[in-house]
Structure formats: structure tokens, C-alpha cells
């Protein structure tokens, strides 16, 4: 079946088309900013923008047409609002002039359930580390349950917060990276891991005071600051899967693509001799892929929606999802 998938939570705009497990195409059109973080309603308004530009680049890629699409998917929840309702619109508008059954899905339960599209995995934990989400999720007892997540910022828009106050500009997690590998002189900051939730604020905070100190390297704080907030991360990714008795971890969030959290991933798996599974960077970002999957395999298990029903939800949890397809 070939499905067309729509992603619009946040400042991504995502058409893909996908034929099963077969990626056609893949495409993504960012809202960026100059310096500050996403305005919802300028956000949105670049989705109007680039909208039917990206569902023909998507089609064309795949070598496909309306008539060849079986479903149309689209994120649903959770995110901002303004953006949501972007993406709901131009799937409900492609459902109806074109006669396509539509479903919406949850962004954070595709970004687990891609891994089982691209790879072998069967039953992982994901570590979920993006700009505005963090997160361990897992499924247990029925449903994709939350097992830690942060208890403020999400981790990117952490080092995004650190990166603008050091002059970096935005997006700041590609720009720390490459900052950390200059050195290899570690500082003490807090390491902020309470029960299975970890904590950004107040290493944010640390960290522009010791700038503001003056005596500091940056390229110390910025290596500092990434084997600190991925060590809190690996400690509650680890702990997640002991608890559940899973062997399997797969990375999600634009975070993920950092190279020193992924090899975090791969040693702390190694040492419990689990698998660790790293979709390639395009996968990883907010993409279009994970949602024509997810709205694939929930039809397939005999999931309909009417058009009624595809009202956005911003603010669905994870484990508030009624999990019916596996
Ligand atoms: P979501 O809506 O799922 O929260 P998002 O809108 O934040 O996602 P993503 O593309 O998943 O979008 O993630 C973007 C974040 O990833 C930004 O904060 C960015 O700085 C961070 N990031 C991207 N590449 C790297 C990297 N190499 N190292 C660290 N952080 C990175
Ligand atoms: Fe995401």
C-alpha cells in the first residue's frame, strides 16, 4: 500500500511517500529564524507557504500521483497548535478532492515505531531527545508508556538557549558539537538526574554564570555540557531498560544526530549487551516518513477515521494513546 504522510507539529513542514517499508521520498521544509525561537503563527504561516510545494516535490520524488495513494496520513498530536492545524488541513483537503481514507497519528509514538520500518527491532526502548521533548518511552502493559522525561526544557532548545547566549545562533546543537571537540578539559556542572526525570534549567543557569565569569573557555563548557546532559540521559535510558527487561535502544529527536551521544549509546548498550539502533539523520529529525508509517500499520490493523475525527490535539501524552496495532 502506498501511503502519503504529512508532519507539521512544529517548524517542520514533512511530505513523504512511502510503499510499505520502502521510503519513495522524504522531504522536509524548515521555518528558521534569524535569532529567538519558533513564532507559532509565523511558523505556520511558512507551512501555508511552502505546503503544495512540498507535497508535489514529494510525489514527483516517488514517481507517484494522487491515484497511486492508498492513505494519507498525519501527525495529529502533540504540538503547537498553529502548526497542527497546517498539516490536518492539507490532509483533509487531499481525503476529500481525492477520495483517500485519512488518519492522524502521534508524533512522539512515530518516532519509536520508525525503527521498526527501517530495522530488525522488535520491542526497544526510545530515547527521545529533540528541541522540545525529552523523553524515555517504552511500551509496557498495553500502552507506550513514559518512563523519564525532563521536568522543563527539552534538551535542544537547552543547548539552543546556551548556544544564542554564547553567539552561536540557532540551530545551537550542530554548533556545540563542533565546539566540544576542541577540547577535553571536563569542569564541573550540575548533574541534574532525579528519580527517572532529569532537569536542564539549572545547568542552563550554571553555565551562562560561568560565562559571564569570564573564566572560562567556551569550547570546555561546551564539551562539559555534552558529557553531562547525554550521561543523564544514558542513566535513565539505562535504568528504563533494565526496568522493562528490554535489550533493544533506539535514538529519536533532532539531538540524536550528535555523534558523542550516539557513541554514548553504542558503549552503554555494548556494556549490557543490548542493541542499539540509530536511524540515519533524516529519520531522526522531524520527518514525514514516521507518520505514513504509523498511519499505515494502524490501518492495517483496522484503524478508520472519519473526517469528524481529525480535529488536532496538542496536547495528547504519550501514554494517553490507545495503542491497537501490535
Ligand atoms: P519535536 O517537535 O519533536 O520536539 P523539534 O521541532 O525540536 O522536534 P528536531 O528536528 O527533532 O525538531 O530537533 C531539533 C533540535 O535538535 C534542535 O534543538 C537542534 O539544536 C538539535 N540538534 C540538531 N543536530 C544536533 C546535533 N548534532 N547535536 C545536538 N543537537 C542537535
Ligand atoms: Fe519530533
Redesign the pocket.
Same mark, same amino acid.
Given at each position: 500500500m502506498i501511503v502519503l504522510g504529512i508532519e507539521s507539529? =512544529?517548524?517542520?513542514f514533512g511530505v513523504s511517500v512511502i510503499d510499505n517499508r520502502k521510503v519513495l521520498s522524504n522531504i522536509i521544509d =524548515?521555518y528558521k529564524t534569524k535569532s529567538g525561537g519558533?513564532i507559532p503563527y509565523k511558523a505556520s504561516l511558512h507551512h501555508v507557504r511552502v505546503c503544495k510545494t512540498v507535497i508535489n516535490k514529494a510525489l514527483d520524488k516517488a514517481g507517484a500521483d494522487f491515484s497511486d495513494i492508498g492513505l494519507v496520513s498525519f501527525s495529529q498530536s502533540p504540538?503547537i497548535g498553529n502548526c497542527l492545524k497546517i498539516g490536518a488541513a492539507a490532509a483533509r483537503s487531499i481525503s476529500i478532492v481525492h477520495d483517500i481514507p485519512i488518519i492522524g497519528v502521534n508524533?512522539?509514538i512515530a518516532?519509536l515505531e520508525i525503527a521498526n520500518m527501517l530495522t530488525d527491532c522488535k520491542d526497544p526502548v526510545l530515547l527521545?531527545a529533540?528541541?522540545?521533548?525529552t523523553q524515555i518511552i517504552a511500551y509496557e502493559g498495553g500502552k507506550y508508556r513514559i518512563f523519564g522525561e525532563t521536568l522543563d526544557n527539552?534538551?535542544?532548545?537547552m543547548?539552543?538557549s546556551f =548556544?544564542r547566549f554564547i553567539g552561536l545562533g540557532?540551530?545551537?546543537?550542530?554548533k556545540?558539537?563542533k565546539l566540544a571537540k576542541k577540547s577535553n578539559n571536563y569542569i564541573e556542572i550540575p548533574y541534574v538526574v532525579k528519580g527517572m526525570d532529569v532537569s536542564f534549567g539549572g545547568i542552563l543557569t550554571n553555565l551562562k554564570n560561568k560565562v559571564s565569569s569570564k573564566k572560562y573557555k567556551v569550547e570546555d563548557l561546551a564539551f562539559s555540557l555534552q558529557e553531562t546532559v547525554f550521561a543523564m540521559l544514558m542513566e535513565v535510558s539505562e535504568r528504563a531498560m533494565a526496568h522493562c527487561n528490554k535489550n533493544e535502544l533506539v535514538l529519536g529527536?533532532?539531538?540524536a544526530?550528535?555523534?558523542r551521544?550516539q557513541q554514548m549509546a553504542k558503549i552503554m548498550c555494548k556494556e549490557r549487551d543490548a542493541k542499539c539502533y540509530i536511524p540515519e539523520n533524516q529519520f531522526?529529525?522531524?520527518n514525514a516518513a514516521m507518520i505514513a508509517w504509523l498511519g499505515l500499520i494502524k490501518y492495517k490493523a483496522g484503524n478508520r477515521m472519519k473526517l469528524s475525527e481529525t480535529y488536532i490535539k496538542p496536547y495528547v501524552r504519550t501514554d494517553d494513546v490507545l495503542v491497537n496495532w501490535r
Open positions: 507539529t =512544529a517548524h517542520t =524548515a519558533i504540538g508524533h512522539c518516532h527521545y529533540s528541541g522540545a521533548n527539552g534538551i535542544g532548545n543547548l539552543d =548556544a540557532f540551530p545551537g546543537g550542530p556545540i558539537e529527536g533532532g539531538v544526530c550528535n555523534k551521544l531522526l529529525v522531524d
